[in-house]
């Protein structure tokens, strides 16, 4: 649960999920009872194209875990998935995905593209929902890293049980593609990048046995989406939700697969005098800045500059003097597995 981390407060929860209100297998009360079972701090619902649960008055806290419930909205080609919270409305069907998109922005709402990187060919069945309308502009974020989607490009007729019975062993981290695009869209403005979950707990037929692919509860002890503050989160609803809206949009985020490792103390500041800033952060300049990291344990540190790595080394605490202006970020990597990825402190730029 919730970590007290120099003098932030770090949150950890999961984002994307689904319940019987559209393919997944498991009402919002069950999932939600799972969810506060694997520690998760928040959860944010999307089912698709149906905001019911919310109108029903289903968001608010469920024991200590922050329940709060938008959407997956999708062009009517079933591709350009988009995450929506705080929208007055489910938008019609019909919308082309600049039209929606416009219009989410437009209602100010928290969105994100959803599985953006999707390429997989091996089998026809299962059929890739990449975002393709790069054009579009606003949105609030992108998710980098989808769960369901990494396990998928993987499959194949062959591995198909295997990756079935150990969904989170086949798990290595973002694309370079997908970083690289995310890397340049920050050049420009703030994006922030989560992790999506993707939870739909699937039963599949494998051979003579049926299976649920991905249960609930694997998703949850994977990825999670991280998101740090300045005060507690608090117990009451309005208040507590957009706590953790405004961390989203501030970039004040950085994921991690708990297969890996507990995440929750990593640390990542940018300083400059007496200035002292978290991922999402700005300082003015590079002058006499420094980055810090620490992690929770050893791993491989990499500091990416404007989206390429500037520096690597094995340790759990790292400082670095800043040369030049950009945007950085800080990736960990367990062997050939990615642990944690932050978003990126701004220095010198807007």
Do not use: N
């Given at each position: 649960m919730a970590k007290k981390v120099g003098d932030w407060y770090n949150y950890s929860g999961a984002i994307h999920m689904h319940t019987t209100e559209s393919d997944g297998t498991k009402s919002l009360e069950e999932v939600a009872e799972i969810g506060q079972k694997c520690g998760l701090d928040f959860m944010l619902?999307?089912?698709?194209?149906?905001?019911?649960?919310?109108?029903?008055?289903?968001?608010?806290?469920?024991?200590?875990?922050?329940?709060?419930?938008?959407?997956e909205h999708n062009d009517p080609d079933d591709k350009n998935h988009f995450l929506i919270f705080e929208s007055p409305q489910v938008y019609p069907e019909e919308m082309l995905v600049k039209e929606y998109v416009s219009a989410a922005v437009s209602d100010k709402s928290i969105n994100f593209l959803a599985h953006p990187d999707e390429i997989r060919k091996t089998l026809i069945e299962y059929p890739p929902y990449p975002w393709t309308d790069w054009s579009v502009e606003g949105f609030t974020g992108i998710e980098l890293w989808n769960h369901m989607s990494e396990w998928m490009e993987k499959l194949t007729r062959y591995n198909k049980l295997l990756m079935t019975f150990s969904p989170r062993k086949s798990m290595v981290g973002p694309t370079a593609r997908i970083l690289k695009k995310w890397d340049e869209l920050n050049l420009k403005r703030k994006v922030v990048g989560i992790a999506g979950v993707d939870a739909h707990a699937f039963p599949v037929k494998a051979g003579p046995f049926t299976v649920e692919i991905f249960p609930y509860k694997v998703h949850f002890r994977a990825l999670r989406s991280h998101v740090i503050l300045p005060h507690p989160l608090s117990e009451e609803l309005e208040q507590a939700k957009w706590q953790i809206y405004d961390a989203l949009r501030d970039c004040r985020v950085f994921l991690s697969n708990m297969r890996w490792g507990e995440a929750d103390s990593f640390e990542f500041y940018g300083i400059q005098g007496s200035s002292r800033v978290v991922c999402g952060g700005s300082l003015e300049s590079a002058d006499n800045a420094k980055l810090q990291i620490k992690l929770p344990e050893k791993a491989l540190i990499k500091l990416i500059h404007n989206g390429n790595t500037v520096l690597t080394a094995d340790t759990d605490n790292l400082e670095y003097s800043v040369k030049e202006k950009g945007i950085y970020r800080v990736e960990a990597w367990k062997g050939s597995r990615g642990w944690i990825f932050s978003n990126h402190i701004r220095i010198g730029i807007s």
């Open positions: 619902f999307t089912d698709h194209m149906t905001l019911e649960l919310r109108k029903s008055g289903k968001e608010g806290f469920y024991g200590k875990t922050l329940v709060l419930i938008g959407y």
